[in-house]
Nanobody, 118 residues
Framework: QVHLVESGGGLVQAGGSLRLSCAAS????????MGWYRQAPGKQHELVAS???????YYADSVTGRFTISGDFAKTTVYLQMNNLKPEDTAVYYC????????????WGQGTQVTVSS
């Protein structure tokens, strides 16, 4: 059974920074990609950043230039450095392994709340 544990969220003022961490356990086999999603109240999960095993990255337009994803797939960990945070970044952030179709593979973990005050 796969467990995804996110941490590092919190309350920060606009312009501030946070670093999120994700530890995944129970994943068998090699990982193709991992990603960070967020879900704002009343909205669906949104993929904000992903990292593939060959080092390729994807960022949603809304976070490009402000967020940086990194990770160590051998340790099944992934991080999200978030700089210059904006109130619209407020959401619960989740990590997940991605399928080759960029869909989340496993059930969601508990997520970590990020709240950005103006």
């Amino acid at each position: 059974q796969v467990h995804l544990v996110e941490s590092g969220g919190g309350l920060v003022q606009a312009g501030g920074s946070l670093r999120l961490s994700c530890a995944a356990s129970g994943i068998l086999g090699s990982i193709y990609a991992m990603g960070w999603y967020r879900q704002a109240p009343g909205k669906q999960h949104e993929l904000v950043a992903s990292l593939t095993s060959d080092g390729s990255t994807y960022y949603a337009d809304s976070v490009t230039g402000r967020f940086t994803i990194s990770g160590d797939f051998a340790k099944t960990t992934v991080y999200l450095q978030m700089n210059n945070l904006k109130p619209e970044d407020t959401a619960v952030y989740y990590c997940n392994e991605l399928t080759r179709g960029n869909s989340p593979w496993y059930a969601w973990g508990q997520g970590t709340q990020v709240t950005v005050s103006s």
